[in-house]
């Protein structure tokens, strides 16, 4: 018996066939679902997969407890983009190796694939930085001292935002923060990649504010551009 976790990449059907026939034999399927806003529907997901998924709350797959299933049928955590992109899931593997689960690992596309669509290297980023929704009594920004930090070496920022942050509470969010300790150029704004609707923008933050942006979505704090990377910003960027 066997514990899979599963890669769904960026879009509905990005899901690999080697996935698809692990999941079409396996007694569960569980969805890892809080840390990014899906693109698609828990049902349009079940369609494709062809089988009734279980999300599971941060709670539940902190605590690993339904890894114990993996004992005595095979099962699935389903996870969007790359599974081990986020730090939560490499427990879940350790866990099984300690304790003698079988287990294997699906890979896919993240976003971290999906921003080279920019012209941006990949090579040239920084440390990446999370932008927490804020409250009335905590507003952290962490992320403005990540993005300093990488423009003081001359690399680029990906700022990933936190599920139910709108796009616009997100500029707002980002302009309060860097007040006057950061001054912001232009920046690289990029909407449900790896999907038919996904868009590029590359603005300055005042003009953005009216741009068609969906989640899930991310914000790029570029650095000094190479010449290359100027021209396929500007070829590939949407109209505002």
């Known amino acids: 018996m066997t514990f899979y976790l599963v890669g769904l990449g960026l879009d509905l059907k990005s899901v690999s066939v080697e996935a698809l026939e692990v999941l ?10 809080y840390t990014v806003e899906f693109p698609y529907s828990t049902e349009k997901l079940e369609e ?7 999300p599971l709350t941060r709670l539940m797959v902190e605590a690993e407890d ?5 004992r005595h049928k095979d099962i699935a955590l389903l996870v969007y983009g790359n ?17 003698g689960i079988k287990c294997r690992v699906f890979h ?20 990446t ?16 001292g ?20 709108t796009f616009p509470e997100a500029l707002e969010q980002l302009k309060r923060a860097c007040g006057r300790k950061v001054k912001l150029d232009k920046m690289v704004v990029c909407s449900k990649m790896g999907t038919d609707e996904s868009k590029i923008y ?22 000094e551009l190479h010449f290359m990377e100027e021209e396929a910003l500007n070829l590939i960027k949407e109209k505002l």
């Open 24 to 33: 079409e034999k396996c007694k569960k399927i569980y969805l890892e679902n």
């Open 48 to 54: 494709v997969v062809g089988k009734k998924i279980f």
């Open 66 to 70: 339904f890894l114990e299933e993996s």
């Open 83 to 99: 599974p081990l992109i986020a730090t939560t899931h490499i427990s879940l593997i350790l866990k099984c190796r300690k304790e």
């Open 108 to 127: 896919n596309s993240s976003i971290f694939d999906a921003i080279t669509e920019t012209g941006l290297q990949i090579y040239k980023f920084g440390k």
């Open 129 to 144: 930085a999370s932008m927490p929704k804020w409250t009335e009594k905590n507003k952290p920004k962490s992320f403005i």
């Open 146 to 165: 990540i993005i300093k930090l990488n423009l003081a070496i001359k690399a680029h920022t990906l700022i990933l935002v936190d599920i139910g942050l």
């Open 202 to 223: 590359y603005a300055r933050l005042g003009e953005l504010m009216g741009a068609e942006v969906f989640q899930p979505f991310c914000i790029i704090i570029p650095s």
